[in-house]
C-alpha cells in the first residue's frame, strides 16, 4: 500500500485500490475485491448512522465496481454455477438488465458480502476511527504510517485492549 488520502485533485473524497497483479482470480479473490469496494459504504453506515450516495452514481462507483465484478465472476470468468460464457468481463454488467436470474443472485452475494463488510467494520472499528482522525488531521497517511497503526491495533487487540461498538464517531 502506497497510503491512504482523502483528498483528490479535485478535492473531493476518493479511495483508489490497486487491482492484483495476478489476473487470474478465484471465487475468494473477486470476493476479498467487493469487499473493499464495500467497505467504505458500511463504515458511513456503521460509523455515522446512515449511508450516502458517495459509494454510487458513476459506472466508477465503489457499488458499480462490486456489481460488475460479480456479474463478471457469473457470466464470464467460470466462477459461479455454470461453466457458459455469455460476456467479456467488460460487457457482464449489461446482462443485469436483461437477466432477472443474474440480477438476483448478483443482488444476493452484494447483500452477503455488504453484510461481511459491515461485521468487518464493527470489529475494527478502532482501527478505522485512528485511521480516520489521522485523515482529518492530516489529509494523508502513508503506507509505512499506516502499517505502524495497524500493527499496534493488532498488538493492542491481542492484548485485550481495544474494545468494538460505540466510539467518537458514531
Known amino acids: ?29 473477486v470476493e476479498r475485491l467487493v469487499l473493499v469496494a464495500l467497505a467504505g459504504r458500511a463504515a ?12 454510487g452514481g458513476s459506472s466508477r462507483s465503489d457499488l458499480a465496481i462490486a456489481t460488475a465484478l460479480l456479474a463478471s465472476a457469473r457470466a464470464s470468468l467460470g466462477l459461479g454455477e455454470t461453466l457458459a ?10 446482462l443485469l438488465a436483461v437477466d432477472p436470474e443474474l440480477r438476483r443472485t448478483v443482488e444476493a452475494q452484494l447483500a452477503r458480502l455488504y453484510g461481511r463488510a459491515r461485521a468487518l467494520v464493527r470489529q475494527h472499528r478502532p482501527l478505522i476511527e485512528a485511521a480516520a482522525d489521522v485523515l482529518v488531521a492530516e489529509k494523508h497517511l502513508s503506507g509505512a504510517d499506516f ?12 492484548a485485550g485492549r481495544v474494545r468494538t461498538g460505540g466510539g467518537r464517531h458514531g
Request: net charge neutral; proline share 5%.
Open 44 to 55: 458511513e453506515e456503521e460509523i455515522l448512522g446512515s449511508a450516502t450516495s458517495g459509494a
Open 147 to 158: 502499517r505502524r497503526l495497524f500493527a499496534a491495533y493488532t498488538r493492542a487487540r491481542k
Open 85 to 94: 460464457y455469455r460476456a467479456s468481463p467488460e460487457q457482464a454488467h449489461a
Open 1 to 29: 500500500m502506497h497510503g491512504i488520502t482523502i483528498l483528490d485533485r479535485e478535492g473531493g473524497a476518493h479511495t483508489l485500490t490497486q487491482a492484483p497483479q495476478d489476473p487470474i482470480l478465484s471465487r475468494a479473490d
